[in-house]
């Protein structure tokens, strides 16, 4: 659980928020006080990965870069195996991920960037709610358990006035209505997270285990986000999933999802709700903070349906030189200005100061001298 991995990593929380305080002053940068930075920090480094990380990732960067004039980092958004498989190979020193690696993966290595025994950071500091989307003429809201929403997807569902939609919204008017469900056409982290949703809170109706690439032939399929909002608000009768913040832009409506006895609206609160509801992944190491989401919890004010995208770096580099600028810029990504600057750029949901201490806890473990 949350609470023991803190306790492994060995009760420096405190350490480290007292080093993220004072970050703008010293050596770590991603303190309030960009307007007369004092950083010691020089050098360029190189990461990439996960393309849902980009626009937050972007805004890190800015800031930091800000506080430490001196750096200068580059991110290529290739998606999140490409981000993997660099940071193995010791091309990246960091890396995006919309997935942590998997125990084996971590046990079959290698991690050429790392010293050879060092434990990974892995970092849940990008969280951001997925919208189930919809486009059905004269209904703008929508109330939606996990069954009917994996039998839309899954093509059990196929008219709007189905009796299990109509049940769970006695005051809408449903169309006699085909339903089109749109997927990405593309392997996609948020596809895998939303996949991952509906299998755990709907097994009876969602057979298929989470995967990247969807794994059915029925319905339409859309390149990338965009396509998917893009069909979803070009058609009638239409529903999809994409990123909650692309979904606010289009103007799109979107339905709340039964937790326990309620229906929960997307939120970057009710998102990271459910990050604080859900333990950590045991047998990992002791600044691996890959989270296993309870998709089915009952806990008031939570939203199931999130991809979590993590940063991904070595406790201790083969290149020590590049250790300072990755511990500093990932203070600053785990920052309550940091978070703030992404959620502003992005839509994505802040952590939670429990969540930040435990990840600021890990940060702390990566070596620099």
Same mark, same amino acid.
């Given at each position: 659980?949350?609470?023991?991995?803190?306790?492994?990593?060995?009760?420096?929380?405190?350490?480290?928020?007292?080093?993220?305080?004072?970050?703008?002053?010293?050596?770590?940068?991603?303190?309030?006080? @960009?307007?007369?930075?004092?950083?010691?920090?020089?050098?360029?480094?190189?990461?990439?990965?996960?393309?849902?990380?980009?626009?937050?990732?972007?805004?890190?960067?800015?800031?930091?870069? @800000?506080?430490?004039?001196?750096?200068?980092?580059?991110?290529?958004?290739?998606?999140?195996?490409?981000?993997?498989?660099?940071?193995?190979?010791?091309?990246?020193?960091?890396?995006?991920?919309?997935?942590?690696?998997?125990v084996d993966e971590i046990d079959?290595?290698?991690?050429?960037?790392?010293?050879?025994?060092?434990?990974?950071?892995?970092?849940?500091?990008?969280?951001?709610?997925?919208?189930?989307?919809?486009?059905?003429?004269?209904?703008?809201?929508?109330?939606?358990?996990?069954?009917?929403?994996?039998?839309?997807?899954?093509?059990?569902?196929?008219?709007?006035?189905?009796?299990?939609?109509?049940?769970?919204?006695?005051?809408?008017?449903?169309?006699?209505?085909?339903?089109?469900?749109?997927?990405?056409?593309?392997?996609?982290?948020?596809?895998?997270?939303?996949t991952d949703y509906l299998n755990?809170?709907?097994?009876?109706?969602?057979?298929?285990?989470?995967?990247?690439?969807?794994?059915?032939?029925?319905?339409?399929?859309?390149?990338? @986000?965009?396509?998917?909002?893009?069909?979803?608000?070009?058609?009638?009768? @239409?529903?999809?999933?994409?990123?909650?913040?692309?979904?606010?832009?289009?103007?799109?409506?979107?339905?709340?999802?039964?937790?326990?006895?309620?229906?929960?609206?997307?939120?970057?609160?009710?998102?990271?709700?459910?990050?604080?509801?859900?333990?950590?992944?045991?047998?990992?190491?002791?600044?691996?903070?890959?989270?296993?989401?309870?998709?089915?919890s009952t806990e008031a004010g939570?939203?199931?349906?999130?991809?979590?995208?993590?940063?991904?770096?070595?406790?201790?580099?083969?290149?020590?030189?590049?250790?300072?600028?990755?511990?500093?810029?990932?203070?600053?990504?785990?920052?309550?200005?940091?978070?703030?600057?992404?959620?502003?750029?992005?839509?994505?949901?802040?952590?939670?100061?429990?969540?930040?201490?435990?990840?600021?806890?890990?940060?702390?473990?990566?070596?620099?001298?």
């Open positions: 659980m949350k609470i023991s991995r803190i306790a492994q990593v060995g009760a420096v929380a405190a350490v480290a928020a007292l080093a993220l305080a004072g970050c703008a002053s010293n050596e770590n940068p991603g303190g309030g006080n @960009t307007d007369a930075p004092d950083s010691t920090l020089s050098g360029e480094i190189a990461g990439g990965g996960s393309s849902a990380q980009e626009v937050a990732v972007q805004a890190w960067t800015a800031g930091f870069q @800000t506080a430490n004039p001196g750096v200068t980092i580059t991110y290529d958004p290739a998606g999140s195996g490409a981000g993997r498989e660099s940071f193995q190979a010791g091309a990246f020193p960091f890396a995006g991920s919309d997935r942590a690696f998997t079959e290595g290698p991690f050429d960037g790392c010293v050879d025994g060092s434990g990974i950071v892995e970092l849940p500091t990008y969280i951001s709610p997925i919208a189930v989307i919809f486009n059905i003429e004269g209904v703008d809201a929508l109330n939606l358990d996990p069954a009917t929403i994996a039998g839309l997807f899954a093509g059990t569902i196929t008219n709007w006035n189905d009796p299990a939609i109509a049940a769970l919204n006695p005051d809408a008017t449903l169309p006699d209505l085909a339903v089109t469900p749109v997927h990405r056409a593309d392997d996609s982290g948020t596809t895998e997270n939303f755990q809170a709907a097994p009876d109706v969602w057979t298929s285990e989470a995967d990247g690439v969807w794994p059915l032939s029925s319905g339409e399929a859309a390149q990338g @986000t965009s396509g998917v909002v893009s069909a979803v608000a070009g058609g009638n009768g @239409t529903i999809g999933y994409a990123d909650a913040s692309r979904a606010a832009e289009e103007g799109l409506s979107t339905a709340a999802v039964q937790v326990g006895d309620e229906f929960v609206a997307y939120s970057p609160e009710a998102a990271a709700a459910i990050v604080d509801a859900s333990p950590f992944e045991e047998g990992r190491g002791e600044a691996d903070l890959a989270i296993e989401l309870q998709r089915t939570v939203y199931p349906i999130v991809l979590i995208s993590y940063m991904i770096a070595c406790q201790e580099y083969a290149d020590a030189s590049v250790a300072p600028i990755v511990k500093g810029y990932l203070q600053y990504v785990a920052s309550a200005e940091g978070q703030d600057a992404a959620a502003a750029a992005a839509g994505s949901a802040p952590i939670s100061d429990t969540l930040r201490e435990q990840v600021n806890a890990a940060i702390d473990t990566i070596v620099t001298e």
